[in-house]
């Protein structure tokens, strides 16, 4: 059974910093396309960056430019580093891992952004 751990998550100020992470196991790391998820009070769960097993990056239009998703297969972690954060990043943050048969989900970590 596959356990997705957040961590990072916390109270920042416009325009500051966070990077999250993600602990994976009982999964095979590697080939799971991995991704991160927001999900706002009352908002939809919405995709914030993908990485595929081979590397590929795809993000939210909202996202572009001012975050960066990363994979450390060695270590079974993701990474989410968020810079230049708005007041509209704040959201609860969740971890996913998927191949066509299985997916995952972390508890999530709380990400506040105060103007």
């Known amino acids: 059974q596959g356990t997705l751990v957040e961590s990072g998550g916390g109270l920042v100020q416009a325009g500051g910093s966070l990077r999250l992470s993600c602990a994976a196991s009982?999964?095979?790391?590697?080939?799971?396309?991995m991704s991160w998820y927001r999900q706002a009070p009352g908002n939809e769960r919405e995709l914030v960056a993908r990485i595929t097993s081979g590397g590929s990056r795809n993000y939210a239009e909202s996202v572009k430019g001012r975050f960066t998703i990363s994979r450390d297969n060695a270590k079974s972690a993701l990474h989410l580093q968020m810079n230049s954060l708005k007041p509209e990043d704040t959201a609860v943050y969740y971890c996913n891992a998927a191949t066509y048969y299985s997916t995952y989900w972390g508890q999530g970590t709380q990400v506040s952004v105060s103007s």
């Open positions: 009982g999964i095979d790391f590697k080939i799971n396309t």
